[in-house]
């Protein structure tokens, strides 16, 4: 019995690491990752845009108004038209602008201060409006100051606050960009500043 029990046990012992072997399961590859385009979309782009457009608050000045109960009330079909050219213009005659304090039109399309008189553009992408610019243009426009984009062009006047849009990422740029491009297009040219001595 002994015997047996020995030899049981000496071909266990010579048999187990072919025992373990054979149990054991090859390396499987790690399954292949599809890598997912991070890139959003168009419409994504143009929402971004949107939702920037909303809260820099482009519309308070570049789209005309009308006054409802509660104030001035977004025209939809002027929407980022800037000022109309329609508009009567009106004679500023304030001591209040000599001493630096602006004046708005009421839909706040134009304004007067001690620049002279200016005007909201166009932002829709009719050719009166940003319908020919380039982004490289709109960009230069929007973080330099610089009207029309135009690199020699003169400085935007006030109130276009294009100093606290200096540092936009190009990506923020873009989708307003995009965003303004897919907007109704709205025939309007917008007159040129009036100078100081001019008003």
């Known amino acids: 019995m002994k015997a047996k029990s020995y030899l049981f046990n000496v071909a266990l012992i010579a048999f187990l690491p072919l025992l373990i072997l054979s149990c054991k399961k090859e390396p499987t590859a790690a399954p292949e990752v599809v890598a997912e385009s991070l890139e959003p979309s168009e419409e994504d782009v143009i929402a971004h845009g949107e939702y920037l457009v909303g809260i820099m608050g482009c519309h308070d000045c570049h789209s005309p108004k009308k006054m409802g109960e509660r104030g001035p009330e977004m025209i ?24 630096g304090f602006p004046m708005f039109y009421p839909d706040l399309t134009g304004a007067a201060g001690p620049w002279g008189l200016s005007f909201a553009g166009n932002l829709t992408p009719h050719e009166t409006g940003i319908g020919n610019w380039t982004e490289e243009q ?15 062009g003169r400085m935007l006047l006030p109130p276009m606050p294009w100093q606290g849009f200096a540092g936009l990422k190009d990506e923020d740029v873009h989708a307003i960009y995009s965003y303004l491009k ?18």
Not at 182 to 199: D, G, Q, R, T, W
Request: hydrophobic content about 35%.
């Open 182 to 199: 897919s907007i109704n297009p709205v025939e309007n040219v917008v007159p040129a500043p009036v100078s100081p001595e001019n008003m």
């Open 138 to 152: 709109f960009k230069r426009a929007l973080t330099q100051g610089k009207s029309k984009g135009l690199e020699n």
């Open 76 to 99: 939809p079909e002027l929407m980022l038209s800037g000022f109309p050219s329609d508009t009567q213009m009106v004679k500023f005659d304030s001591e209040l602008i000599k001493q």
